[in-house]
């Protein structure tokens, strides 16, 4: 099993920055790729990134590509949304994800997941 607890969620105007983590715990010495979504109430979960385990590969979602960086420490065994320039319409819940089984884009697949962290963007 795969504990995921994410944290550096907040409240912050458009345009501001926040920087999210997700410190993994248990079987951490597995080759996970690590994924973040968000969901908005009343919304579906959504894809926003995904980082290989070796940190080689990255994937965006469309909407936040440019803005948001995903990015890992292994040593640390954890994963870090950098988000800039936040818009209202980024306010959402932001979970973070392990082991996919299947498209990474689809939180169907994955195997592991923390509890979220709040984000609110206000304009």
């Known amino acids: 099993q795969v504990r995921l607890v994410e944290s550096g969620g907040g409240v912050v105007q458009a345009g501001g920055s926040l920087r999210l983590s997700c410190a993994a715990s248990?079987?951490?010495?597995?080759?996970?790729?690590m994924a973040w979504f968000r969901q908005a109430p009343g919304q579906e979960r959504d894809f926003v990134a995904r980082i290989t385990y070796s940190s080689r590969n990255t994937l965006y979602a469309r909407s936040v590509k440019g803005r948001f960086t995903i990015s890992r420490d292994n040593a640390k065994n954890t994963v870090y949304l950098q988000m800039n320039s936040l818009k209202p319409e980024d306010t959402a819940v932001y979970y973070c994800?392990?082991?996919?089984?299947?498209?990474?884009?689809?939180?169907?697949?994955?195997?592991?997941w923390g509890q979220g962290t709040q984000v609110t963007v206000s304009s």
């Open positions: 248990g079987r951490t010495g597995s080759n996970y790729d």
């Open positions: 994800a392990a082991d996919p089984v299947g498209p990474v884009d689809s939180p169907r697949v994955y195997n592991y």
